[in-house]
């Protein structure tokens, strides 16, 4: 899953698609945090093709390709190895999920949800106007967080 260190990118997502007449949310995680629990590691990790980029953490365990062994593989948070454009203007993140089906904020026996290391911002629909003000008063526009072509596109479709 994606997911970006700009709350203003954030804003911007929630209400890309959004009806007037829609609650709308913002998760915030602590990335940190979630390696903490899942890895006893702090910071973040790089996940690419290099076997020697984290030598303490077996990273090949989220490749595709990989095949782990019987211990269950974790969710993670993970910084991009590649970056184009749009990574860059979206300041882009991602958490790679695990074995478990289980919604972030029920992993680790919901410990993130209950530390405040993962939280949901709900923007209710009375705010949706407040949001678009925001968006507009810092000038951010779908061009800011796609910047090529599709940026140039209203509402980025």
């Given at each position: 899953?994606?997911?970006?260190e700009?709350?203003?990118?954030?804003?911007?997502?929630?209400?890309?698609?959004r009806r007037r007449d829609q609650d709308a949310a913002i998760w915030v995680l602590d990335g940190q945090a979630l390696n903490h629990r899942a890895l006893g590691e702090n910071g973040l990790l790089s996940l690419g093709d290099d076997d020697t980029q984290d030598a303490r953490v077996n990273t090949r365990l989220w490749h595709p390709k990989w095949v782990?062994?019987?211990?269950?593989?974790?969710?993670?948070?993970?910084?991009?190895v590649f970056a184009n454009?749009?990574?860059?203007?979206?300041r882009s993140m991602f958490t790679v999920f695990g074995d478990t089906f289980k919604p972030l904020d029920e992993?680790?026996?919901?410990?993130?949800?209950?530390?405040?290391?993962?939280?949901?911002?709900?923007?209710?629909?009375?705010?949706?106007?407040?949001?678009?003000?925001?968006l507009a008063s810092a000038g951010l526009t779908a061009f800011n967080f796609y910047p090529d072509l599709?940026?140039?596109?209203?509402?980025g479709t």
């Open positions: 899953m994606d997911w970006t700009s709350f203003a990118c954030a804003v911007f997502f929630a209400q890309l698609n782990p062994d019987e211990k269950a593989v974790p969710t993670v948070a993970a910084f991009p454009s749009r990574m860059v203007a979206q992993q680790f026996g919901g410990v993130l949800a209950h530390d405040e290391r993962i939280v949901k911002i709900t923007l209710p629909s009375e705010l949706f106007d407040d949001a678009e003000e925001y599709q940026g140039l596109i209203p509402n």
